[in-house]
């Protein structure tokens, strides 16, 4: 899928890493930089450290005291609702645009020039 350049990095490492949508959600949640997640995943050089998906619920549970999220969502779904949260903005100032506000006076009574501040009215 090509979603938004935002979100891509996170597609890539779901891909590469094998996390589910869940431990996306989760990453993603506390913050982490999914290009950051070799590193982080080298468990098999580096025996003491727990595989990625394990490290990030660790993290997760340490941080918020929940396991999962409450609502889980694909970066899809994420994609959709942005989408579709842009769309309603670009049409709700559309309609802005296009709706009259009412009369505009075009002369405004004065000469048009603004007051100049070096200029003294007394001399």
Not at 49 to 70: M, S, V
Request: hydrophobic residues 25%; glycine residues 8%.
């Amino acid at each position: 899928m090509a979603g938004p350049s935002k979100l891509q990095p996170w597609l890539e490492a779901r891909q590469r890493f094998r996390l589910s949508h869940t431990h996306i959600q989760m990453a993603r949640e506390l913050g982490m930089n999914p290009r950051k997640f070799g590193s982080l995943a080298n468990d098999q050089q580096e025996p003491w450290k727990r595989p990625l998906a394990e490290f990030i619920a660790h993290c997760y549970h340490k941080r918020f005291g929940r396991t999962t999220p409450e609502h889980v969502q694909s970066l899809e779904e994420v994609a959709k609702r942005a989408e579709r949260g842009r769309s309603e903005r670009r049409e709700r100032k559309a309609n802005k645009a296009v709706l009259p506000t009412g009369p505009h006076r075009t002369d405004s009574g004065s000469s048009g020039k603004l007051p100049d501040p070096h200029e003294h009215g007394s001399e």
